[in-house]
């Protein structure tokens, strides 16, 4: 997202800067100012994403990783040439997620200082799965591996929609 503010302006009071790569999240509350479609605009930067729902970062690497709600997570690194680049899945629990309605893969999180990365997903039931991977490096991205899976909560769901499944980090 492009934020072009005419000149003595910025964003919304509230809105929130971050560092999401540096372990030392910045913050800085903002001013106010109207937004409109002269004021923000949109750039596609990459392409060849299926249903992405979410990203995640990793204190410490460059990758931005797109979770898909089919139920793969790929890396999105940044070429020398300043395109993006969609490399091979990091993860593909596909067989074990369910995706009618808002269900999936629906979030990703890495832990901040140790080799684990949680996930929400929508399992074949239909039911609420939040997971613990095993991260591994291999070729330079963060790899979460499947086999390694652990579930830590499952929430029997009624219904095949409003789920909800983000997966955050607390910043303190």
Excluded: C
């Excluded at 302006?9 to 809105?15: A, D, F, K, Y």
């Excluded at 089919?70 to 074990?96: E, F, K, R, Y």
Aim: net charge negative; charged share 20%.
């Amino acid at each position: 997202v492009t934020f072009d503010t005419a000149p003595g302006t910025s964003l919304p009071t509230g809105s929130v800067v971050t560092t999401p790569s540096d372990a030392s999240t910045s913050t800085t509350a903002l001013p106010d100012v109207m937004l409109s479609n002269d004021t923000v605009t949109f750039e596609r930067v990459t392409t060849g994403l299926d249903q992405p729902v979410d990203l995640a970062w990793r204190v410490g690497d460059p990758t931005v990783y797109v979770v898909q709600k089919t139920g793969t997570v790929v890396p999105v690194d940044i070429a020398a040439d300043g395109t993006a680049v969609v490399g091979d899945p990091v993860l593909d629990i596909s067989d074990l997620v369910s995706t009618g309605n808002e269900q999936g893969l629906l979030s990703v999180e890495f832990h901040p200082t140790e080799p684990y990365a949680y996930a929400d997903y929508t399992d074949a039931d239909g039911d609420t799965q939040v997971v613990e991977f095993e991260v591994v490096d291999r070729d330079g991205h963060a790899v979460l591996v499947a086999e390694s899976r652990r579930t830590l909560l499952t929430v029997p769901q009624p219904y095949p929609n409003h789920n909800g499944g983000e997966i955050g980090r607390a910043h303190v």
